[in-house]
């Protein structure tokens, strides 16, 4: 029997990102916000000093601050004719568990969408004609365009102390920044990076190559910053460190990093961790949330009341909560019907090592120092001769030079012996590597449910992942794999090695935590879970918040468009929710 | 029965405060001085596993013109250490059935643990040798545990339980780690490994030195527990 516990305003399930943004702005509200998280607290002291999180094996290999699969996993298979088996461990994404989630273990790479990317369906079938999207493609417009988001994207800019050079400020162009990039209301908060070797060299023979580079927008500080909340950060020492670790240095941005410090101290917020959510619960009716329940580490039950309900976990543990509490309708893949699950997408990426006679001194990065080029991202470029939709960008990152999982070395040497180790000893200090970052397009046989057979410790039915990747996501990341060959061509190499994305999706090896969907948003209740404002079409004191709501995958890391819709979700609450709680939208 | 075990696990973490207090006990502390194959100094391998894990190492990355390789890096301890502690265990990861075989993209489907997938190949290997009137594999000359080394590596060695391409990519990736993770965890001694590539440890803080293009950085190798990437030795 559950412990009945008091009441609060809101509920935020997971505390990452989103509930971090969510918390900070309902507070002000001057809502009473509890936020329930699975794992455990940690912060900037003691848990990522400088004198221990440098550990490439305990963190990047061994996997410490991501989710255990023991606990939570989900099965997998390729296609709907397979049974689909458990991950066992992580290894094609890493999702998070403990406070901050993955906005602790990021690199920083943080992108705004373009503004066809929220319009894919409506600007494809304009530009290029019904008949150019497969039938069994079912991606469609988001309900919200980059015009009305751009005050959110600029909030978690400043909140965040993003470093990076504006390419497009109130419609003026701005040399050696994203020419392609959306309309900004004003540039970053702070300049762009140092330049490493590597992207020095990407710069040079991407000009030479006609192609307009750019620093990556960066959320690790050049400077010291100060931000919206504020709260201290400090310039960023290029350790190397980013992914898979948290910053010792407060340089990379983080909840921990920007808004927990201030958060925390509030009298109307409470974070209660080694709280597993198992469900929601609905009145009667099965229109209302009355609340949650969730299991600490001694399997104890507790019912936590709460007026609004925000599920803020990891984008697939959203889309299982769902499930689980038989919020919106399961999507059927046969007949197309039901929405939760639907959409579920990814990306898919490549890369071309390249190996240079000079030192490049990989160990000196940090995670978003990168230069890339957006001539072949979302409808930057014209699809009609290559048949395929989508794109992404194509960069050369500088994120570290880790020894155990971030050396490169030339096709064919051997995998053990002398030979491997001459290639380690010949090929580590001179080599780069240019990465393609590409969208992957939504399709009716791509889906998340519940699985039949195998179970969580709590006894749950674990979620199940029907995912492949199509031959536009192929045909598409070849495309920009080629550019990329061209691009390091020009680097004049005395190697190359193309490691060109080939076959069906496997959850092996690590490839991005970029999942997306599941929970769409939309403007209609049969095709999407939520409305435009993040809020459940069945359940309207319930918002989903987080990547499950992308129709469809862009070619830019999420984490930028998570946040912007994180503030955009907080302001529909504050300015029309908490005046008339009920449905923002009329179905 | 599934929860209850699984209960038994959280109450023991339930007395711990949080997870970054719990992360000591997972070291194991270096004793890089110590000779390497003393007999009772190990955490989980029975001295003839130890030998076989070192003598397949010492192929694996070898002692060569280039330098010292695997054996003289440790690598045996640091595997032996990983396979007692949560990793060999499979501590984290999902091992209830059912079990089944799965295509190759939906990755380890073996219901053996790290620990017991090295146990069960290295004696399924030394009865191979057997069966083939060979000397275990520790006796080998080295141009013949290369072939056999080849044909587990291509699955062409067929054992009576273990799956040979499984446990060979394992044991390539857990040699590959030793030889360049942080010494404290009984591997990469001396830096041995970092010293090979150029890698000059967890430095942290490189702004002087990032914009000075195509130049070697001169400073020394350190570790996470200083510049000899050992902890203090306790008399």
């Known amino acids: ?587 | 029965m599934r929860f209850i075990a699984s209960r038994r696990r959280l109450l023991k973490a339930a007395l711990i405060p949080s997870a970054a207090s719990v992360m000591p006990l997972r070291f194991v502390p270096n004793a890089s001085a110590e000779p390497v194959s003393a007999p009772g100094q190990f955490s989980y391998f029975t001295p003839v596993e130890f030998t076989w894990v070192d003598a397949a190492v010492s192929r694996l990355i070898p002692n060569d013109d280039l330098g010292p390789g695997a054996k003289e890096a440790g690598v045996a301890t640091f595997i032996d250490r990983q396979l007692s502690g949560p990793y060999g265990r499979a501590e984290t990861w999902y091992m209830q059935g059912p079990w089944k075989e799965g295509t190759k993209e939906q990755g380890y489907q073996l219901k053996l643990t790290p620990a017991q997938l090295y146990r069960t190949a290295i004696a399924d290997i030394d009865a191979w040798c057997s069966k083939n009137g060979k000397r275990p594999f520790a006796e080998l000359d080295a141009a013949t545990q290369d072939k056999m080394l080849h044909d587990l590596e291509k699955g062409e060695i067929k054992l009576a339980r273990a799956p040979a391409k499984d446990f060979f990519q394992m044991l390539v990736q857990n040699t590959v780690e030793g030889f360049l993770a942080d010494p404290m965890y009984g591997g990469n001694r001396e830096f041995i490994g970092w010293k090979l590539i150029g890698f000059p440890g967890p430095r942290y803080n490189y702004i002087a030195e990032i914009d000075d293009y195509g130049k070697r950085y001169a400073m020394p190798t350190v570790g996470l527990l200083g510049r000899d990437g050992t902890r203090v030795k306790e008399s």
Not at chain 1, 5 to 18: C, I, M, N, S, Y
Not at chain 1, 128 to 146: C, E, R, S
Not at chain 1, 489 to 495: G, S, T
């Open chain 1, 1 to 587: 029997m559950a412990t009945r516990l008091p009441p609060v305003d809101v509920v935020l399930v997971g505390f990452g990102w989103t509930a971090s943004i969510l918390g900070q702005e309902l507070t002000d509200a001057g809502l009473q916000v509890l936020a329930l998280e699975r794992g455990a607290f940690r912060d900037t002291v003691p848990d990522f000093a400088t004198t221990q999180i440098q550990d490439e094996l305990r963190y990047a290999v061994r996997n410490e601050l991501f989710e255990e699969p023991e606990r939570e996993t989900l099965t997998f298979r390729n296609s709907m004719d397979q049974t689909a088996l458990p991950m066992r461990h992580l290894g094609s994404f890493k999702p998070a568990a403990g406070a901050g989630g993955a906005g602790v273990h990021w690199n920083g790479q943080n992108w705004r969408f373009l503004p066809t990317d929220f319009l894919t369906r409506s600007h494809t079938e304009q530009r290029y004609g019904k008949n150019f999207i497969p039938a069994d493609m079912t991606i469609q417009d988001w309900g919200v365009t980059y015009e009305e988001l751009e005050p959110y994207y600029d909030r978690f800019e400043y909140l965040c102390g993003i470093s990076g050079q504006a390419g497009n400020v109130n419609g003026q162009i701005h040399d050696g920044g994203n020419p392609f990039e959306g309309v900004r209301k004003r540039g970053y908060p702070l300049p762009p990076l140092k330049r490493s070797y590597g992207t020095v060299l990407f710069d040079k023979a991407a000009k030479e190559a006609g192609y307009k580079p750019f620093p990556c927008p960066a959320a690790n500080t050049s400077k010291a910053y100060k931000n919206i909340y504020g709260v201290q950060m400090g310039e960023c020492t290029f350790c190397g460190y980013c992914e898979w670790f948290g910053c010792g240095n407060y340089s990379k941005s983080s909840p921990q990093t920007t808004i927990l410090p201030v958060l925390l101290h509030k009298d109307n917020f409470e974070l209660r961790t080694h709280a597993s959510v198992t469900k929601v619960l609905l009145d009667s009716t099965g229109k209302r949330a009355t609340g949650v329940v969730y299991v600490d580490l001694q399997g104890r039950e507790y019912e936590q009341p709460a007026d609004l309900v925000i599920l803020t976990a990891f984008a697939q543990h959203n889309v299982h909560l769902l499930l689980l509490s038989g919020i919106g309708k399961p999507y059927d893949p046969k007949s197309g019907q039901g929405v939760v699950g639907r959409n579920y997408a990814y990306q898919i990426t490549s890369s071309v090592d390249v190996f240079l006679n000079e030192i490049v001194n990989p160990f000196m990065g940090a995670g978003a120092l990168g230069q890339a080029i957006d001539e072949f991202n979302g409808d930057n470029f014209d699809h009609g001769p290559e048949k395929f939709v989508g794109g992404g960008y194509i960069a050369l990152w500088t994120t570290g030079g880790r020894p155990i999982l971030q050396h490169h070395l030339p096709k064919d040497t051997p995998k053990w012996g002398s030979g491997w180790k001459k290639a380690m000893a010949d090929n580590y200090l001179r080599t780069v590597s240019i990465a393609t970052h590409g969208s992957v397009m939504s399709y009716r046989d791509a889906y998340c449910d519940l699985d039949p057979t195998y179970r969580d410790v709590y006894g749950n039915p674990l979620l199940r992942l029907t995912f492949d990747f199509h031959d536009n996501e192929h045909r598409m990341s070849k495309f920009l794999t080629d550019k990329a060959a061209g691009i390091a061509k020009a680097m004049k190499p005395r190697a190359m090695h193309v490691n060109q994305r080939e076959g069906h999706y496997t959850i092996i090896p690590y490839q991005t935590t970029h999942n997306t969907g599941g929970a769409i948003m939309g403007t209609d209740p049969h095709t999407s879970a939520v409305n435009r404002y993040l809020q459940s079409w069945d359940v309207p004191n319930v918002f989903v918040v987080g990547s499950c709501a992308f129709p469809q995958n862009a070619g830019y890391n999420p984490t930028g468009t998570v946040g912007a819709l994180a503030y955009w979700a907080a302001n529909a609450i504050r300015s029309q929710y908490m005046k008339k709680p009920g449905p923002l939208v009329s179905a």
